[in-house]
């Protein structure tokens, strides 16, 4: 007997049932390519070159002085350039990260010519105002809105039903489901799952031009997709998602112990089903600083996959790449946030069960102790009572904090931050990918 679960969701809270599988149908200037979608600006799209270095802020482009003190309203005007993500683009940086990090530097030093306390006071208040710092609730808001409204966009501007946004979402624990992100954070394990055409060629040009659009009216003062590579939505059709899950599901596990450790689909009593899962949450909670021990599963299943050495979409021959990067949407789409969307999935009990990359199971259980967030929490009292500089200061080290220009991570503010570098998930990609 095989078990299949149908993944429906509405608004933020999953529902997993699971059926016997017989078949029934239940209820700036530049456009750039990168990678395997386009970056665009929809004034001038002309198409230059592969890659994408940060465009040039120039201030003189915008009726200001390319030196010399600024006012509050200047500062505002150039800022509202960097609604754009492109100005603060991370793409090239593994070719040419010096010349990249200069373009960024220079784009936002028009911030260290605010002089007059008068100018500076201005613009804090616009940033306040904008963004809703320092209230983190009000962020943390405006960050989901501003995924879900560009996500909305991107699908009425390109109109297709093959574009229909079927589920859209994130993992729900990040700073933002937490109600502590700053401005310009990103949206951890965000996805979009779209209808699709029905064949592979369709869906991965469907899944490009989506992107695309995605990037272009996502407002990156808020919602920054330049802090690293991870930080851009995945992007599947419901079909891509389904095959690739089931690719998943075809793999056997010599692992007898891993077999009995995560039996989900022989001879299950249907009653039994969350019983096992949350045995799975109470056995994950048990490696919450080992994400590699917490999950032999899905390391076991990636080394059934080929490497192919970039993260291109392929469903009838799957890479290692595509069942890693599948298995952290599976589990945000079991664990975490929906914020749009209403259909079902049909994806094999085994893998979707088993999933744990995130640990997002054992996280909803566990009192939030990152010590970033902990700190933050004081800041909507403390924020008001500094001075304008000061205050200044940290908004410089927000906007920078959006890209990989975070020098000020390491110096005054670096309590509020992730230092450099710090990545928990380091050691379970090389498991998952070795």
């Known amino acids: 007997m095989k078990i299949d679960c149908i993944i429906g969701q509405k608004v933020s809270t999953p529902v997993v049932s699971c059926r016997v599988n017989c078949g029934e149908n239940l209820s700036s200037n530049n456009k750039l390519q990168v990678g395997t979608f386009e970056k665009q600006s929809p004034k001038n799209k002309r198409q230059i070159s592969f890659g994408n270095r940060p465009w040039e802020l120039k201030p003189q482009n915008f009726g200001v002085s ?22 603060l683009d991370i793409g090239d940086d593994s070719f040419d990260f010096y010349n990249c990090n200069r373009i960024r530097e220079e784009n936002l030093s028009f911030l260290d010519r605010l002089n007059y306390s008068s100018d500076k006071r201005e613009f804090v208040r616009f940033y306040e105002d904008f963004t809703g710092f320092p209230n983190l609730k009000v962020v943390s808001r405006n960050i989901r809105n501003t995924f879900l409204g560009a996500v909305e966009q991107a699908q009425r501007d ?8 079927v589920l859209a979402g994130y993992d729900g624990l990040c700073s933002v489901g937490r109600g502590k992100a700053f401005p310009g954070s990103d949206l951890d394990k965000a996805y979009v799952i779209l209808q699709g055409t029905g064949y592979p060629q369709g869906d991965i040009e469907a899944v490009d031009k989506f992107k695309g659009k995605l990037w272009e009216y996502t407002d990156q003062r808020l919602l920054s997709y330049n802090h690293d590579e991870a930080a851009f939505p995945q992007v599947y059709t419901k079909e891509q998602i389904e095959t690739l899950v089931k690719a998943v599901d075809e793999k056997d596990i010599p692992n007898r112990k891993l077999q009995a450790d995560y039996q989900f689909v022989s001879d299950v009593d249907f009653s039994q089903q969350k019983i096992l899962r949350d045995e799975l949450g109470r056995d994950a909670a048990k490696y919450m600083d080992d994400y590699v021990a917490a999950n032999p599963f899905w390391v076991e299943y990636c080394q059934k996959f080929p490497k192919a050495g970039n993260d291109i979409v392929r469903v009838t021959n799957p890479s290692r790449e595509n069942i890693k990067n599948v298995g952290f949407v599976l589990e945000a789409i079991r664990e975490g946030s929906v914020l749009k969307g209403f259909n079902s999935l049909v994806l094999p009990a085994r893998p979707y069960e088993s999933v744990n990359l995130s640990q997002l199971a054992a996280l909803k259980t566990h009192t939030d102790k990152k010590p970033k967030r902990v700190v933050r929490d004081a800041l909507a009292y403390e924020f008001p009572r500094w001075d304008v500089d000061k205050q200044l200061r940290f908004i410089k080290a927000l906007i920078k904090s959006a890209c990989a220009n975070n020098r000020e991570f390491t110096t005054e503010f670096s309590q509020y931050f992730s230092k450099p570098g710090q990545d928990m998930f380091a050691p379970l990609i090389r498991a998952l990918m070795r």
Do not use: M, P, W
């Open 66 to 87: 390319r030196t010399g003190n600024i006012t509050g309203s200047e500062a505002i005007r150039l800022y509202t350039q960097l609604k754009s993500g492109n100005y």
């Open 158 to 165: 390109l109109y297709f039903d093959r574009y229909n946004v």
